[in-house]
């Protein structure tokens, strides 16, 4: 591989590293429940969205709730074809936290088990080579 194009893709790589950064300021979650979860309302759509899980046995019982940007809003959903639940969904900037109510399992998705950051990865000089 030339050492031009090898800059390129080192270059490349290190933007894209730079750019997820920011991968645990938001947690995602799943939300799991003993019954059917349908009929999804949200208060502020721009905060949260939430989305059905699809298992190969189409129990529709598993929501995944992904976080947008910081705020609170109100979620309501239909458990069962007849129980209607609220609860509220908490974004800050590093944890999202929903509101417990029972029969809902809430559980983590991303979140790391202690703060982390990544570094940036050297740069190479214009004509040396990687010896990686």
């Known amino acids: 591989m030339n050492n031009k194009l090898h800059t390129t893709l080192i270059a ?5 590293m730079l750019s997820c950064s920011a991968v645990f300021s938001y947690e995602d979650c799943i939300i799991a429940s003993d019954g059917k979860l349908t ?4 208060e502020d759509n721009t905060i949260v969205d939430i989305c059905p899980l699809i298992t190969i046995m189409n129990e529709k019982n598993i929501l995944v709730v992904h976080p947008l940007k910081t705020g609170q809003t109100k979620v309501c959903i239909l458990k069962n074809d007849k129980e209607i639940i609220d609860f509220e969904v908490n974004v800050k900037d590093h944890e999202t936290t929903v509101e417990e109510v029972e029969g809902l399992e809430i559980l983590t998705l991303d979140a790391p088990d202690e703060p982390m950051e990544i570094d940036e ?3 190479l000089e214009e ?3 990687y010896n990686g």
Do not use: R, S, Y
């Open 121 to 123: 990865p050297p740069l």
């Open 39 to 42: 009929n999804i309302k949200i």
């Open 12 to 16: 490349i790589f290190t933007a894209a």
């Open 127 to 129: 004509g040396k080579e």
